[in-house]
């Protein structure tokens, strides 16, 4: 059965076929994200938020299109909102459950999971849900998910952006996303609290994974680089980390030294290797799921988290600690404002070492202290091995 077959008997209303077999769980162990069987895995995902929207209303060929691309780019998870409020498209919760088990089919039929965002846009006047409806549509979805017997492909997140003025002001208190969380807890899929707006607040709310979203006001170089942040906040937690909604390619400020968006898109999946932690690529295209002119800069994202393969463990090394393989750099400080290298971090194991030179504007003068080549290159950013 092809992926377009997959889903003829939702427009014709016939009998859905059975969920594909191949989806195995996820699971974390510690800081580390592994399958079923305990080998390592790396997410790499996209935002797909209006796929489900598509769906319930009946723009298959356009859904049909986005998850093969998706899964064709090497895209292994999408996020998806259950409902929506926007100008340009509404999701009622109802039209969501009615849609989720053809969605969890089409996604299926790709390879690829889903983390379904429970909640958003709960302070719209369209929804105004207080705690008691924001249960009962947790609950009904946890539910649905386990029907379907599909929990290894999906994983459920409590709420978008819990302290966005979007969303009901009963949604704003950890501890309501705590309880939340508990109702999806245990179930044999993952679950999550909500991103958090300031990536290094650990009190913030902690699921079975964490999600954070990135400061996006940053000239582009410092706003890549701090996918660093987020490694150290998933060793102050002992919790595997998302980078689950940075900024958009149009959102890339490219003040500084030269960059283009592609090479910070390719940049921001290259780090999430070295640092351990999952990356979502987010961007226009994404959110209303088509295939666009964002398609180049989610090919490069894709290309940066292939720098080392998904089975190695790496340990992060900032330059000049010891045991990095970087020595020193001519790094641009206060002290050095023409330097021509902004960051060196590296990742070490067995193996050997991957290391992501970024923010160059000329000879970062590196020294070494392992022999290195230069393995991969974009515009501002070059990876070596050793």
Known sequence: ?????????????????????TLRPWRTEGRNLVT?????VAWVGTSAFLLLEQIAHGQLAEAEAYARWAAETGFNVLRVFSMIRWPEATLTAEEGYEALPHLLRLTGQHGTRVELV???????????????RGLAHVRHLRDLILREGVDAGVMLQVANEHWHASQAEWLHDVSALHALEAEAAGHGFLTTQSAADDDENDAAP????????????RPCWDMVRRVKELRDLSHRTGRYVVNDEPARPDQYDLSGPIATIGSIAYTMGA???ICSVGS?????????CRVGSDAAAAASFVRGTRIVAPERRLEFYNAGWAGSPVEAANFVSPDNPSGTIIRA???VDDQGFVAVA??????????WRRPAQLYDAEVGVQVFTG
């Open 358 to 367: 970024l923010g160059l504007s000329g000879d970062p003068a590196i020294r």
């Open 36 to 40: 079923h069987d305990g080998q390592p």
């Open 280 to 288: 979502t690529f987010h961007s226009q295209d994404g959110k209303f």
């Open 1 to 21: 059965m092809t992926s377009t077959d997959a889903y003829w008997w939702l427009q014709q209303g016939g009998q859905a076929p059975p969920m594909p077999a």
């Open 345 to 347: 971090y590296s990742g």
């Open 206 to 217: 902690l699921g079975a994974y964490v999600t954070r979203h990135l400061d996006r006001g």
């Open 118 to 132: 429970a909640l958003a846009c709960t302070g719209d006047n369209g929804f105004a849900w207080d705690y008691g």
């Open 271 to 273: 780090l999430s290797r």
